[in-house]
């Protein structure tokens, strides 16, 4: 096969072919792109898990260390807010450096980081070592996309990325039923130390099997300026959107913060302009299909972590399921998710990604206005259909939104395409909560008041209309300590119908950002530098 042209990223009009500079294959099993590509996928079901499974260790974990519920939140804030941040930057140091170096180090130090967080006495170091989580979490996954790329040829490299995005998936959906168990039979700290043993078998494979690529062009030198100002302007997009639903999106820090990302961002943008070798060459954005796999996979995330943030607390508080079944009940997502990943590979190879991308966004809002439909009464027949419907949408979304965004990238670009892939869905995920999460709140704000009254319940002063307020938006009834039975029934009855109503209204929004998303697939195509790896290694 030969290489593509790449995208000239210094400025100085000159075209280089990137070929890996060691393009050798190695003995035995080194480098071989299968048992490559299991390697990375132990790896980067670490992070996936940790993403969900940490949910279900907070109440254990703030009942053991006398925890508040806003030092439990900073559990899972800190380490989105890491790994959000660092993603583009780290992709960039697996250019630099070598992908096959930066994953290990990863692996090492997310485990590393997961021992010690089981091994913590005080929430302070908890969330502290989630930190050091997100950043370690950060260098391995798009390293692991720079090493698949630059391990596959072209017509294999959708079917690896359909098993890396089921990894990810399945890792992401079972979250929640493994944490349950390990946190009802054995304690929260085992949430956090299973990462050691996989740890160890991944730095072991990785040492084994993994050959290091390197582009010949490959970046020789820091934008230490342009990683500055990327990073504060990632850390004030995301610090706005975790913070929104405590302050409010009214509230002046929240714009403020938005303002500043803005401000950093424009800098950002023209200070590339100007560097000899930048972090993120703006030529890359020409590049019409690369940008429209970004929106899409920032689109994709609003809709289905947006969408799926409620319905955990729809099946745990709304259904009274305990964690590990709330988890069961998903698991028609995940499954679709694990069948339809590979697949959608190969559809993606044999028609290119514009039909199957479009497809899985269009199914992906019928499903969410599917779930727009549930009522507290719905059984569990028609959840299923719509979980199992979101699930074979995503597939080709996840598999196909990778491909064109890494696959246009040129190959000494492999990490930051990689790092710009993560970072969209994390970005998109959060976006996704902070902007479903008001528009719940609004919702259940403007109902609950008119179902209160209409149930014949007392009515309540502003302060204790907050606070049910608040309970309801995560499908909790209100109910003070000696209520009598029969109002308790009534005010269950009142919340988990104003809680639904909430719910619906943000899976119809969910539904919109989906079919918004239809129409920017079509934007997207085959990756025009895909085959700049191809032909290493052993297939």
């Known amino acids: 096969m030969t290489s593509q042209t790449t995208i000239d990223t210094t400025g100085s009009g000159d075209k280089a072919p990137a070929?890996?500079?060691?393009?050798?294959?190695?003995?035995?099993?080194?480098?071989?792109?299968?048992?490559?590509?299991?390697?990375?996928?132990?790896?980067?079901?670490?992070?996936?898990?940790?993403?969900?499974?940490?949910?279900?260790?907070?109440?254990?974990?703030?009942?053991?260390?006398?925890?508040?519920?806003?030092?439990?939140?900073?559990?899972?804030?800190?380490?989105?807010?890491?790994?959000?941040?660092?993603?583009?930057?780290?992709?960039?140091?697996?250019?630099?450096?070598?992908?096959?170096?930066?994953?290990?180090?990863?692996?090492?130090?997310?485990?590393?980081?997961?021992?010690?967080?089981?091994?913590?006495?005080?929430?302070?170091?908890?969330?502290?070592?989630?930190?050091?989580?997100?950043?370690?979490?950060?260098?391995?996954?798009?390293?692991?996309?720079?090493?698949?790329?630059?391990?596959?040829?072209?017509?294999?490299?959708?079917?690896?990325?359909?098993?890396?995005?089921?990894?990810?998936?399945?890792?992401?959906?079972?979250?929640?039923?493994?944490?349950?168990?390990?946190?009802?039979?054995?304690?929260?700290?085992?949430?956090?130390?299973?990462n050691v043993p996989v740890g160890v078998l991944a730095v072991v494979l990785g040492g084994w099997i993994l050959l290091d690529h390197r582009a010949e062009n490959a970046p020789r030198s820091f934008d230490v300026a342009g990683i500055a100002l990327l990073s504060g302007a990632m850390f004030c997009?995301?610090?706005?959107?975790?913070?929104?639903?405590?302050?409010?999106?009214?509230?002046?820090?929240?714009?403020?913060?938005?303002?500043?990302?803005?401000?950093?961002?424009?800098?950002?943008?023209?200070?590339?302009?100007?560097?000899?070798?930048?972090?993120?060459?703006?030529?890359?954005?020409?590049?019409?299909?690369?940008?429209?796999?970004?929106?899409?996979m920032v689109l994709m995330a609003i809709a289905f972590m947006g969408g799926l943030f409620f319905v955990t607390f729809y099946l745990q508080n709304v259904h009274g399921m305990s964690p590990v079944d709330a988890g069961l009940h998903l698991l028609p997502l995940t499954g679709m998710m694990i069948v339809g990943s590979p697949l959608a590979g190969a559809m993606i190879t044999k028609f290119g990604p514009r039909i199957p991308l479009a497809g899985g966004m269009a199914l992906t809002a019928i499903a969410m206005y599917g779930m727009s439909t549930l009522d507290v009464n719905t059984g569990s027949g028609p959840m299923s259909l719509w979980f199992a419907l979101l699930g074979l949408g995503l597939a080709p979304v996840m598999v196909g939104a990778t491909e064109v965004i890494v696959g246009n990238a040129p190959m000494e670009l492999s990490g930051v395409a990689g790092g710009l892939q993560q970072a969209a869905m994390q970005i998109g995920g959060s976006l996704g909560t902070a902007v479903l999460g008001a528009v719940m709140a609004s919702k259940v704000d403007s109902d609950l008041a008119g179902n209160w009254t209409e149930a014949g319940l007392p009515p309540l002063t502003p302060a204790q209309e907050q606070q049910a307020s608040e309970a309801v938006q995560v499908g909790v009834a209100p109910v003070a300590p000696g209520t009598p039975d029969a109002v308790v029934g009534k005010i269950t009855d009142v919340a988990h119908d104003t809680f639904v109503s909430g719910m619906s209204l943000a899976s119809l929004v969910a539904a919109g950002v989906a079919v918004v998303a239809v129409l920017v697939a079509f934007l997207t195509k085959r990756g025009e530098n895909a085959e700049a790896g191809a032909g290493i290694g052993h297939i």
């Open 19 to 194: 070929t890996p500079s060691d393009a050798t294959p190695g003995k035995g099993l080194r480098g071989h792109p299968w048992f490559t590509l299991i390697t990375v996928a132990v790896g980067v079901m670490m992070v996936a898990l940790d993403g969900t499974i940490v949910a279900i260790a907070n109440p254990a974990i703030g009942d053991d260390l006398k925890a508040s519920l806003a030092q439990l939140q900073w559990i899972t804030n800190a380490y989105f807010l890491a790994l959000a941040v660092s993603l583009i930057t780290a992709g960039k140091l697996g250019d630099r450096f070598g992908h096959r170096q930066t994953f290990l180090i990863g692996v090492i130090g997310f485990a590393a980081a997961s021992g010690a967080i089981g091994l913590s006495s005080s929430i302070g170091l908890v969330v502290t070592f989630r930190v050091f989580q997100g950043l370690f979490g950060a260098l391995l996954m798009p390293a692991a996309l720079g090493l698949l790329r630059a391990t596959f040829p072209a017509e294999k490299l959708n079917m690896a990325i359909g098993i890396w995005g089921m990894v990810i998936g399945a890792s992401t959906a079972g979250g929640p039923i493994l944490g349950g168990v390990l946190v009802e039979h054995v304690n929260w700290q085992s949430v956090f130390f299973i």
């Open 237 to 296: 997009l995301v610090w706005a959107l975790i913070k929104a639903p405590e302050w409010g999106w009214g509230d002046g820090r929240t714009w403020l913060f938005i303002a500043a990302s803005v401000v950093l961002f424009a800098a950002f943008a023209l200070w590339e302009k100007r560097v000899r070798e930048p972090l993120i060459p703006l030529a890359l954005f020409r590049s019409v299909p690369l940008s429209a796999g970004v929106v899409l």
